[in-house]
């Protein structure tokens, strides 16, 4: 297990960490047309030949800054929210140039400031006894100074601002200068557990004054000893300090500009010369083999204008969000060689199912503290398309980071891994069918094998083939095979964050596959969590359809839709074991501080956006109360504990004739947290509503059965003609309330009629 610092120290008169805490934005959406205004009272102080620091204002009428762009000779260096920017990279008798410029949420630039010296031309100070900035008793100390640990990686602090005095707050951690802010509060994560840090915070006034220090020691939760995860040499995990790496530090709304560069005409499969950005959004069928794709030219604060005409293709993407009016979009870059943030396609989501729009990027940014499951960087994105009239403003959208080659190079992985999305796998026999491969492990029929695994990376598939015959060879033990092929850490973590999370889709789908080159090992990594952080459902004592879909999806139930889900449920004392590594997520990393924290943050960042046109005219926005992300969490983790025995349910076999007899029988239910002894209920029915006066049989108490569950009638105890049955699992311990139905469904008009099983009798 790696283990390392977020923070990396550097020896000068104001040492700074270079990657920095997470910052809220204040963002006022009542000043949007104004420019902002030009940073006031530049100016620097030279430290050593190498080191320098620039120092300005913030006017007090810019209520819509966001950032400050800092740049060195006309070259741009850095985006940040600071009113201080140091360097140590300077050259002794060369001459520099410094520019700021203030950024609004739109985009908008103030007239830059500048400011001009030689590198290296000041005393050096002292180290043993350096210059401070002149402490002044008028300027008032943060008072109430505190903190909040929210994981064993991650803290914040707070103060309040005295006097309601307009000041800005140096932050220092152990030392160390991290940042200069104008809130009251300051974030970090990416730390140690169990370590003890000193944060120091001091006033500043507009003239540089300085206040006295407040002080507050925080220690990081402890992971503690024991843990239910026991190491394994072939874990897997993300050095945390990834996630902060190449402009991610920081969680903001970042501005993406799109030209289009197109000629309306022929736009076909075969030719796609005259394709426009009308065809990219009309093209709302996911399922076919056309997708509509235009050249574009993209530019944003971190991706300069290189001046070509396009460098990049746009089109859309998604599934069933492609039917909402506004379109998620995916952006391909032209050249390895000019990627952004080491990543060669920006995947733009609209997320229009999810009403908070920040549950996709809360899910992931959670996940990247939690040990043996990867997560994926994420960022939200302002989107402006010029379609020929100018910059249109498409509103706020997730970035996730796509999952292929350099996924795999930016974590130091081999970029001939092999990699998976799921697109609709339940690891059975016929997908065993799907994915034969030759001696050389290349798909024998590759649109079949990509039509239940999507190939991101990788040429030899011969390892996934093998793990899916495993599972489906009766004489292999599951342990061994999860042994072989897998890491129980993996698996463990990836089924209980998303128990917890209310992950419901990633049965057999919404995952990825990731099997690195020469291991058998196959690793279970996330995807797609903008339908997450919602209780379970509660159930009624219902047949209504309706209720019978719920019951279906509820707690473990729904994983009977994947074999081997089904079979890690059937592991004794599975549910002892996903109760304990719930237990100890929530007490270091779900923890409700931690998820609330975030979620309060990520709404304020967001809120100005979803409040304003595009976004408000055609996507409903509900701010959801930040809280409530926290609860539905707390509320799983409970129904855990106290509500998880509905049973996996029964699956209805065709009846058989034998003698005189009709011989009913099914697959049996099962009950995770092995609570209750099941017995079940047969009823056949003349109608497919099973109202009482149409079910002509109704035998109740059949007893349990290891394999298959049957149940003999005689045949002239049954009218003639078409008839249904269906077959209730009921659990002793509360038969009324824990129930299940069957797997089985039957589409008649138009209608799903759950648990139900049509034949006839002559």
Same mark, same amino acid.
């Given at each position: ?37 030009? &940073?006031? =009272?530049?100016?620097?102080? $030279? *430290?050593?030949?190498? +080191?320098? /620091?620039? %120092? @300005?204002? #913030?006017?007090? !009428? ?79 100390? &943060?008072? =109430?100074?505190?903190?909040? $640990? *929210?994981?064993?990686? +991650?803290? /914040?602090? %707070? @103060?309040? #601002?005295?006097? !309601? ?598």
């Amino acid at each position: 297990m790696l283990h390392f610092n977020l923070y990396k120290v550097l020896t000068s008169r104001y040492p700074r960490v270079l990657t920095v805490g997470l910052l809220s934005l204040n963002i006022s959406s009542s000043a949007f047309a104004a420019d902002p205004s030009q &940073p006031g =009272n530049f100016r620097y102080q $030279v *430290y050593s030949n190498t +080191a320098a /620091e620039l %120092f @300005w204002n #913030r006017p007090s !009428d810019d209520l819509i800054v966001t950032s400050y762009e800092i740049a060195i000779n006309g070259a741009v260096v850095i985006n940040r929210d600071a009113l201080s920017y140091f360097t140590d990279s300077l050259v002794a008798g060369t001459v520099y140039e410094f520019s700021v410029t203030a950024l609004d949420n739109e985009g908008n630039r103030s007239i830059p400031a500048t400011i001009s010296f030689i590198g290296g031309d000041r005393e050096i100070p002292d180290d043993d006894n350096p210059e401070q900035p002149p402490t002044n008793n008028a300027v008032p100390a &943060p008072g =109430n100074l505190q903190a909040n $640990v *929210y994981s064993p990686s +991650a803290f /914040e602090v %707070f @103060w309040d #601002r005295v006097n !309601d005095a307009e000041l800005s707050y140096e932050v220092s951690l152990d030392g160390h200068q991290i940042t200069t802010t104008n809130g009251t509060s300051w974030y970090i994560e990416g730390l140690q557990s169990a370590q003890r840090h000193i944060v120091d915070v001091v006033a500043l006034d507009a003239a540089g004054n300085q206040s006295a220090v407040s002080s507050v020691t925080v220690k990081t939760r402890d992971r503690g000893p024991d843990t239910v995860f026991s190491p394994d040499a072939s874990d897997i995990t993300d050095l945390d300090s990834y996630y902060d790496q190449d402009g991610y530090g920081t969680v903001d709304v970042v501005r993406v500009d799109v030209r289009t560069n197109t000629v309306p005409g022929v736009c076909t499969i075969d030719d796609q010369s005259g394709c426009t950005l009308a065809d990219v959004i009309a093209d709302v069928n996911p399922d076919d083999e056309f997708d509509a794709e235009i050249a574009v030219h993209i530019q944003a604060n971190d991706f300069p204008n290189d001046g070509s005409n396009s460098n990049a293709s746009l089109r859309q993407r998604g599934g069933s969000s492609r039917g909402w009016p506004q379109k998620s979009f995916r952006i391909k870059l032209e050249n390895d060689d000019e990627l952004w943030r080491n990543e060669d396609r920006l995947q733009l989501n609209k997320n229009p199912f999810d009403t908070s729009r920040i549950r996709s990027k809360l899910a992931f940014d959670l996940m990247r503290e939690i040990p043996n499951l990867p997560s994926l960087r994420t960022q939200f994105v302002n989107l402006w398309i010029d379609d020929g009239q100018g910059p249109e403003d498409n509103g706020l959208y997730t970035h996730v980071e796509y999952a292929g080659k350099e996924y795999l190079i930016n974590r130091d992985k081999n970029k001939d891994d092999n990699l998976y999305k799921i697109e609709f796998f339940d690891f059975s026999r016929s997908d065993l069918k799907a994915i034969q491969v030759d001696e050389n492990g290349e798909p024998i029929d590759k649109d079949l094998f990509e039509s239940v695994l999507d190939i991101k990376r990788g040429d030899d598939h011969r390892n996934v083939v093998a793990m899916v015959a495993a599972i489906n060879d009766p004489e292999q033990s599951f342990d061994a095979i999860l042994d072989k092929y897998f890491n129980k850490n993996n698996v463990l973590t990836w089924i209980t964050v998303n128990l917890l999370l209310h992950q419901t889709d990633a049965i057999t789908h919404n995952f990825y596959l990731y099997n690195p080159v020469d291991s058998e090992k196959i690793y279970f990594l996330p995807w797609d969590y903008d339908g997450t952080f919602h209780p379970e459902p509660v159930l009624t004592n219902s047949y209504a359809n309706e209720e019978l879909q719920k019951r279906l999806y509820s707690g473990y139930a729904r994983g009977i839709n994947s074999d081997f889900i089904s079979r890690y449920y059937r592991q004794p004392g599975i549910h002892e074991k996903i109760l304990a590594a719930a237990d100890e997520l929530r007490e270091t990393y779900l923890t409700d501080s931690n998820i609330s924290e975030r979620a309060d943050r990520y709404a304020q960042i967001v809120g100005p956006y979803l409040s304003r046109s595009p976004d408000v005219d055609s996507t409903s926005y509900d701010p959801f109360r930040t809280q409530d992300f926290a609860s539905s969490v707390s509320g799983i983790h409970d129904a855990l504990r106290n509500a998880f025995d509905i049973p996996m349910p029964p699956t209805l076999l065709n009846p058989i004739t034998r003698a005189d007899e009709l011989v009913f029988a099914w697959l049996p239910a099962y009950d995770v947290t092995r609570r209750n002894v099941l017995s079940y209920e047969l009823q056949i029915s003349t109608s497919l509503g099973f109202e009482a006066d149409n079910i002509v049989v109704n035998i109740e108490g059949i007893p349990d059965a290891t394999e298959i569950v049957e149940y003999a009638l005689d045949i002239s105890a049954l009218p003639s003609g078409k008839l249904y049955y269906r077959v209730t699992a009921r659990g002793d311990t509360d038969p009324q309330g824990v129930w299940q139905i069957a797997t089985n469904t039957l589409n008649l008009n138009g209608t799903t009629w759950y648990g139900v099983l049509e034949f006839e009798t002559p």
